[in-house]
């Protein structure tokens, strides 16, 4: 508690707290962050699915998106911290907050391991192991989202 309650009071963070522009700022960037990197990743596993674009292997469309895939993923991982330190004491109290930080490491550690092993593997015809991967891959990005907007829908004072 003594770390995130140094981290409120820093500079950055109270200079955050204290600008309506920027929070709405900061939550519009870490939303699109969160919308580049889930887009991408939906691509890609609607692919392993077998709902892909076209005939296009899934392999080959996450090549293509990777870059894309990794700024949004960038973009959300510097904007995240810097929405924490402007509301970091709530966060600390809020169990949603602390799901949604143990999903995302989930998420994203599953993400460049099996996920990409998996998609960069896959045979042009979906394989169930592939829809198994791409289904908890979903999963896991889905509760992240739903966890943060339960971290502002279930505040703690």
């Not at 599953?110 to 394989?127: N, S």
């Amino acid at each position: 508690m003594a770390a995130f309650e140094w981290l409120q009071h820093t500079y950055v963070g109270e200079t955050i707290r204290n600008s309506a522009a920027l929070i709405a700022t900061l939550e519009i960037v870490h939303l699109i962050g969160f919308a580049l990197l889930v887009g991408t990743i939906l691509m890609v596993d609607l692919s392993l699915l077998g709902f892909g674009i076209g005939r296009r292997p899934s392999a080959e469309i996450a090549r293509e998106l990777r870059g894309w895939t990794v700024a949004g993923l960038a973009i959300m991982l510097a904007s995240g911290p810097l929405i924490l330190c402007s509301e970091a004491v709530r966060c600390y109290k809020s169990p949603a907050f602390w799901i949604k930080m143990a999903l995302l490491a989930i998420a994203i550690a599953f993400h460049f391991t099996i996920h990409r092993r998996v998609t960069l593997a896959a045979p042009p015809a979906p394989h169930p192991s592939a829809r198994m991967v791409a289904g908890l891959s979903l999963a896991l990005w889905f509760g992240v989202a739903l966890a943060g907007k339960a971290i502002a829908i279930f505040q703690q004072t």
